[in-house]
């Protein structure tokens, strides 16, 4: 059995929701199907998400509503329109919709989930009407009726166990097809809550563990993940098999395919996860496996990826590797500013700590490095904005020798500064921090290193 999420690109239009019912239709163990809101039609066109947090803004504050429906209304009437379903099913999803205005909510943060939910939820509505009118026996699935649990924040929810406990105990239906809208389960008081953006592939790997498939199949609108952003090197490299940790270092600094949790369940579970192309089905795509011995020996790196969203706060103070308690004192210091850090290395003087930039203010900042300096009195202290971290990441790494020394070279040669680097604990990755500046020039030389010349 398989469970499949297609993406809001893969939902957005009639056209594209034709391809879906194909890809549906062409695998009988495609059994469940996660569905994300209609998305960008065009790249200047809104998702019908942010039209519905638009309607729970106006909602709030008492204001008009009409138009923000009539908008999201018509992005459904248009993918109906296109199969020409009986005009009941638009009326279904109408009053779900204009219902919400009127539905008393615990206060604005659950108003807010609740809304957000409704592009995936009505999405799967119409998409069960769509495979029942095309001859694909399917029914829709509420996350409540099988025990999709969370717990959290209304609009950061994360699954609690019991709905494993849940999805075991229920049973599929045979020969029937489950539509499941994605991103967002129910709290214990039965209230709707949302995982982060990109919940919906969350949905999908949840159910993956819980119903035991044999495959995660997750179609979007690109062939495969690429070795590295096609925007920074043209028609990279393809990657057809990686590991689940590969994949959960390269999220996490900045390959976009999945967010960096997104896929946790599925890895829990040990399910395959293979991602697809809505647009060219046939391809292979890339399977992300559990096994933790996968590398090519020719070529040690799998992919590598770069993001510009840390800053770096540098500390300098001799004999501070000798001075017990030195590191608690600054992990208060963070604690009281509710700060987690990212990468903390260090050398006999020196630290360097590394920060997701978006959880930071100026004013936070300021009175961070104030506190530090007080406490910890260093001998030398700089805030540094001006930092992007390049992670180098294989499977093979770990069974070679030499590549640090040709990352290292590839970049030297090429006169990019090198301000840190470092090897995780597993030996899968190397992080490399530089200036901003240089980051895609850095990825670009050494991708040619592992990749092009590795080819010649």
Known sequence: MKVVKFGGSSLATGEQVAKVVSIINADAERRVIVTSAPGKRTPTDVKVTDLLIQYAQLTVAHQATEAV????????????????????????LTTR???????????????????????????AILLTAILNQQGVPAKFVDPQTVGLLVGGAPNDASVLSATYA??????????????????????????????????????????????????????????????????IVAHPTMITKMSYR???????????????EAIIPAIQGQIPVNVKNTN????????????????????????IACSDRFSALYLHRYLLNKEVGFTLKLLEIFQKYGLSYEHMPSGIDDLTIIFDQSKLDATTIHSLCRD????????????????????????????TIDTMGKIIDSLTQNNIA??????????????????????????????????????V
Request: glycine fraction near 6%.
């Open 97 to 123: 919709l204009r219902d919400l205005a009127t539905t008393a909510f615990t206060d604005n943060a659950h108003l807010l989930a609740a809304f957000k939910a409704q592009g995936e939820l009505l999405n």
């Open 280 to 303: 060219n089905p046939t391809a292979p795509g890339t399977l992300i496996v559990p096994e933790q011995f996968l590398f090519n020996p020719a070529n040690p790196i799998t992919g």
């Open 246 to 260: 590969e994949m959960r270092e390269l999220s996490y600094a900045g390959f976009s395919v999945f967010q960096d």
């Open 166 to 231: 849940n999805l075991a105990r229920w049973q599929l239906p045979v020969d029937t097809r489950i539509v499941f809208p994605g991103f967002f389960g129910y709290n214990q008081a039965g209230d709707i809550c949302t995982f982060a953006r990109g919940g919906s592939d969350i949905t999908g790997a949840i159910l993956s563990r819980g119903l035991r498939a044999d495959l995660y199949e997750n179609f979007t609108d690109v062939d495969a993940i690429f070795a590295v952003d096609n925007r």
């Open 418 to 455: 090198i301000h840190m680097i470092n090897q995780g604990a597993s030996r899968i990755s190397i992080m490399i921090g530089t200036q901003r500046k240089d980051a895609p020039a850095a990825v670009r030389h050494i991708y040619d290193t592992f990749f092009v010349k590795s080819e």
């Open 372 to 399: 530090i300096r007080t406490t910890l009195h260093p001998d030398y202290l700089e805030w540094i904005d001006d930092y992007a971290i390049i992670m180098v990441v294989g499977e093979g790494i770990a069974h």
């Open 69 to 92: 429906v009539t908008q999201i209304l018509a992005r459904y009437q248009a993918i109906s329109d296109h199969f020409d379903l009986d005009h009941t099913v638009m009326e279904t």
